[in-house]
Structures are given as structure tokens and as C-alpha cells.
């Protein structure tokens, strides 16, 4: 098989735990954690910290496994086997948003105090970054941390924030000075223990239903100076560096999904007889099905090919943002061809493709729209 030239028994022992936990611990759940529009991330993220799954790619000093790019990569890969995309997200949100600027930028004391209990699932964390006029123009946020003495006071919104309701802390993006620029932005661990903060409304969207979205509002929130993430005005760089780990994780939920898609809609069609025959035997939904199959295959191996990158330390910017624009183009467009398959059935919510089809489109939003993927690529190639 395929991944025999990629992976050693230790990444598929890996990849075994996972699939098992998967299996066991989240499939026969997430049709509740739908219906009640939140999953219980406490719990869950507890018994992932302590399989070892929330810090692969993290130093053990503060509770990651320490382990390389194949390892994540096959996290991803089954997770993507999660039949709720919300649910998935909310674990990527904990492994590759929330926390990669504490790892990467942050002081020590960061580190023990926030990224270890997080890695260990003792805490669950949110990024927040997008505000009601600045989602894919990161530039244009208002949220602002003033300093004063040894406090930074933060005052303002965010809005969309996964985990939102739940989240320990969280990863945000504020403005520290009016001056123009890049410069003028910091990135914070905001603790939402602290008094001045508020959970403004949990909100209620068309897909990934199981995780829970919020809005939430700074009212002169004292965060103490030393929750600064590397140095001040350097937020809205080591923010765009973040994305490139959000966007990565995208590929693979795309093209795992897109799989489990087809896999579930084939069996369909075998069953479903129409004018005397499966519908299976239709010859343009076979031609359709080997279009898709050849499509998720080259997704995935670009993916390989992106790894390969970053295990060598290479810049793999473009790369990154040409899959996350492929990925989320080729999820929807499966979801959406596959809900047509099954007729009348597929429109109705109790049927899990409808859920597919919902939460598919997420992707082409999150993480960078589209087009914003599109304009990153053009620069990028000179054009």
C-alpha cells in the first residue's frame, strides 16, 4: 500500500491508537454532541492528553511526544475518520491554532503554565483572532491591550471563536499601538478565569454543529504583561506563521473526509435500485466517483509532498496555501455531488451526508477564504 513508502510500523502503531480511539471513544457520541450543538472538550481532551495525542510534534520537556511531521500526519489522517467535522476541528483548534505561537514564540513560563496543562488535556484553549470587520483582512482588528505598569487592559471582541465557550485560554491577537503597519498588533494567552471577560452568545451555524462558537467580549480585562507571546508587535507575524499550521491540518481532514464520503456513498448506491438496476451500474456516477478517487489521491500526495517540505525545514508557504485552496474546492465539491446521489434521502438532516455536506463548507471560510488563498498564491508566483 501507499503508505508503506511513507510510514514505519511506529507511525502506523500510532496511527492504530488513534483509529481505535476514534472508533470507540468519539463515533458512537457524535450524534448527541450534534444534537446538543457543543462537545464535552474537558472530558475528551483529557483522555487524549493522556494517549499522548494532543502534543505529537511537541518537545516532552512540556508534555508533547516529540515525534516528526509523518506522526502528525497520521493523527490528522484518522480524525479525519471522525464522522462530525466539528468535533475534528475542535481537536485541531487544541493541536495546531491555539498553540503552536506558545510553543514556538512564548517564554518558559508560558510554556509550563499554559501548553503543558493544554498538551495534557488539562486545559482547553481557543484562537482568537477574527472580529466582526476583520476576519480574512487580519489587519483591520480593533481589539485593543493598552499597557500599564506590569498589565496589559484589554477591551473589545472577537467573534466565531471555536471552543469559545469552553476555552481555559485563549490565543488572541490584539492591537497594541495606533501606528501604522504590521507592527502594531501583539499576541496574548488570555486567561478566562479573569474578571472582564464574557461569553457574549454562543452561536448557531449551518455545519460543524458539535463545536461549540462564540462571541466574546474584553471589558477592561487586566492581562498581566508577562501573558505576552515573544515580543511586542511581532503578534501579527508570528499570527501569520499560525495559519500555515491551520491551513496544513486542513489538507488532510479534506481529502480523509472526501474518502469517507465516497466510501459511505458507494455502499449506497449498491443497494439502491433504480429502473431495475443499482444505481452503482449508472456509468456517469461511476465515471464521477473515479474522477473524485483520482482527485483525493493527488491532494494527498501533495500533502506527502508538503511533509517532505517541512521535514527538510523548507519554506512550504505556497504549497501550503495552493492545497488548502485544492482541498477545500474538492471536499465541498464530493459532499455536494454524493448528497445528489442519494436523492431525496440525502436532504434530510438525520442522513450523515447531509451533515457532510454542511460541514464542508467551512473550509473555503476558515483558516483563509478562498480567495484569500487564490491572492497569497498569485504573490507568490510573481504574478
Request: charged letters at 25%; hydrophobic letters at 40%.
Amino acid at each position: 500500500m501507499t503508505k508503506d513508502l511513507y510510514f514505519t510500523k511506529d507511525h502506523n502503531l500510532v496511527r492504530k491508537a488513534v483509529a481505535e480511539f476514534v472508533k470507540k471513544e468519539i463515533n458512537p457520541n457524535v450524534d448527541q454532541w450534534e444534537e446538543e450543538g457543543k462537545t464535552p472538550l474537558h472530558d475528551v481532551f483529557k483522555k487524549m492528553g493522556e494517549l499522548g495525542f494532543l502534543g505529537i510534534r511537541y518537545d516532552t520537556e512540556y508534555g508533547g511526544e516529540g515525534l516528526d511531521y509523518w506522526y502528525e500526519l497520521v493523527f490528522l489522517e484518522e480524525i479525519a475518520k471522525i464522522r462530525s467535522g466539528g468535533v475534528a476541528l475542535a481537536m485541531m483548534v487544541q493541536t495546531s491554532m491555539a498553540t503552536p505561537a506558545i510553543y514556538d514564540f512564548g517564554s518558559e513560563y508560558l510554556k509550563k503554565t499554559y501548553l503543558e496543562p493544554a498538551l495534557k488535556g488539562h486545559m482547553v484553549s481557543a484562537i482568537a483572532v477574527t472580529e466582526s470587520d476583520a476576519g480574512s483582512d487580519v489587519a483591520a482588528l480593533k481589539t485593543e491591550a493598552r499597557k500599564e505598569g506590569d498589565h496589559y487592559i484589554l477591551n473589545g471582541s472577537k467573534t466565531y471563536i471555536t471552543n469559545g465557550t469552553q476555552a481555559d485560554f485563549l490565543t488572541l491577537l490584539a492591537r497594541t499601538s495606533d501606528a501604522p503597519g504590521y507592527h502594531s498588533f501583539s499576541l496574548f494567552v488570555v486567561p478566562t478565569s479573569l474578571p472582564g471577560f464574557f461569553v457574549s452568545k454562543k452561536l448557531d451555524k449551518m455545519g460543524m454543529r458539535s463545536s461549540d462558537t462564540a462571541e466574546l467580549f474584553f471589558d477592561n480585562m487586566k492581562i498581566p504583561a508577562q501573558n505576552l507571546i515573544g515580543t511586542e508587535g511581532e503578534g501579527f507575524i508570528q499570527q501569520m506563521m499560525q495559519f500555515q499550521h491551520e491551513r496544513f491540518s486542513a489538507l488532510p481532514l479534506a481529502y480523509g473526509t472526501a474518502g469517507m464520503i465516497i466510501k459511505e456513498t458507494t455502499e449506497y448506491l449498491r443497494q439502491r435500485i433504480v429502473f431495475g438496476k443499482p444505481l452503482i451500474k449508472q456509468q456517469v456516477i461511476r465515471h464521477n466517483l473515479a474522477q473524485w478517487a483520482a482527485e483525493i489521491q493527488s491532494l494527498k500526495q501533495f500533502t506527502y509532498h508538503i511533509v517532505r517540505m517541512k521535514t527538510a525545514g523548507m519554506d512550504a508557504s505556497k504549497e501550503v496555501s495552493m492545497g488548502k485552496l485544492l482541498a477545500a474546492q474538492l471536499v465541498k465539491k464530493v459532499a455536494d455531488g454524493c448528497l445528489q446521489y442519494f436523492g431525496g434521502a440525502g436532504f434530510m438532516n438525520e442522513m450523515p451526508i447531509s451533515r457532510f455536506f454542511r460541514d464542508s463548507k467551512l473550509i473555503s471560510v476558515g483558516g483563509g477564504a478562498d480567495e484569500v488563498m487564490k491572492e497569497i498564491i498569485a504573490k507568490l508566483e510573481g504574478y
